[in-house]
């Protein structure tokens, strides 16, 4: 079956337009204040084989490139074996491409008696255990130390919550009661999704939806590989640094780097030059490598987006096990995001600058603020009971070949969240802020 470009196009949206409802969803539904204000969560709808086909506008970078990875673990676990109205929960960094605070739910999604597509929906949790409050723990130097890691379990059957499993979370956590509002914003979430993508094959039929899937991945990679072609064949190289590892404050900055070769249009990011993993919580496994790559690339080539398997499957990355882009079990990874996906999202995106600065010189790419976490928690005094309160804050960004860059705004690869609102957090916490400013000049230079 072929459908015609106007088909292709409302389909194509309607996908991505259910994703952007299932976010909203979790947003409104959820408790914890990273969700429900700060919009730390992404939707996704997969094909039955697990590949990334839509996601949210709004969708977090780090988030949407792991779930064909976490979807690929969950059905490997469950030998492809699912019923209606199961629903998964997972959080392994290590196969999953994340750190234990993103908890994902992974649903199956039936129609006419098969499996037809799944549902992956992440929630940033404020707290999943470990240490230190908030999970991320800079002294960390394995992932035991860093929270409850949940391999794929069977959540809800018949859509029903298993109340065992749904204990043994909230009693790893010190706002564990907090988390059943997050998980059912999820699970409903995911049964949104299951009725509107239902509602498109009642209405178009299998054949129409299954050949749309078939199609975007075949459009994103036509639409790459025609760009690319447009660029000279060439080795471009950067790297970046970042601070000491925590736990040996004496030893050198932590190098990523990255070697990218384009020939005959086909490309290969290579990240075997980057330094060993640190002792300390900086690098990524594998997984997130993947995405951060692709992150980086998006942003050079925006008309791509929404990110999905078309583009993973016209990229090679090379990287070595072991290093802090390739980390393995029990490296600590809690501190991926602020670390290692940063740095390679931002060397990425000047591999890509320097390759496109050959034919246009004003298609330059700088690194924005890194990413700082801020998490404070205890016992709060009116209630006797733990809080765990979790930040992130905007910053400048990097500088343009035309003007500065902007002056405050969120860090480019969680660009749909946003602040948590004072007012909100001063209501929940036992906190008092007295100002909150920006560092005049802290963007680049144009």
Known sequence: MQLNPITFEVLRNALSAMCDEGSEMIARLAYAPTISEGHDHSCALLTAEGRLVAHGDRDQAPHIGSFEPSVRVVREWAEDKFEPGDVYIFNDPYSGGIHTNDVKLIRPIFHGGRVIAFNSSTGHWPDVGGALPGSFNPRATDCYSEGLRIPPMLL????????????????????????????????????????????????????????????????????????????????????????????????????????????????????????????????????????????????????????????????????????????????????????????????????????????????MYAAGINLANLCIGGIHPKTGKQFVNYLWNEGGQGARSYKDGNPFQMMIFIGGATNQPIEILERLYPLLYTNCVGVVDSCGDG
């Open 156 to 363: 809800f059957s018949g859509d029903k919550l298993d109340r065992t499993v749904m204990t043994l979370i909230e009693y790893n956590m010190r706002t564990g009661r907090e988390r059943i509002a997050d998980i059912y914003a999820q699970h409903r979430a995911g049964l949104l999704i299951e009725e509107r993508l239902c509602e498109l094959y009642d209405r178009h039929g299998s054949e129409a939806i299954e050949t749309l899937f078939i199609d975007v991945f075949d459009y994103t990679e036509e639409m790459f590989r025609k760009q690319v072609a447009e660029l000279p064949d060439g080795e471009f190289e950067f790297e970046d640094f970042s601070d000491m590892d925590a736990m040996h404050p004496d030893t050198p900055r932590i190098r990523v780097h990255c070697r990218m070769r384009i020939s005959g249009g086909q490309v290969t990011l290579d990240y075997r030059g980057s330094d060993t993993a640190p002792v300390g919580p900086f690098g990524f496994p594998r997984a997130s490598l993947e995405t951060a790559v692709y992150d980086g690339t998006l942003h050079c080539f925006p008309q791509l987006a929404p990110l999905n398997h078309g583009l993973a499957r016209s990229v090679e990355i090379l990287s070595t096990p072991g290093s802090c882009v390739h980390i393995q079990e029990p490296t600590p990874a809690s501190g991926y995001a602020s670390g290692a996906y940063e740095k390679v999202a931002a060397v990425t995106m000047a591999c890509w600058a320097n390759a496109f600065s050959t034919v246009n010189s004003r298609r």
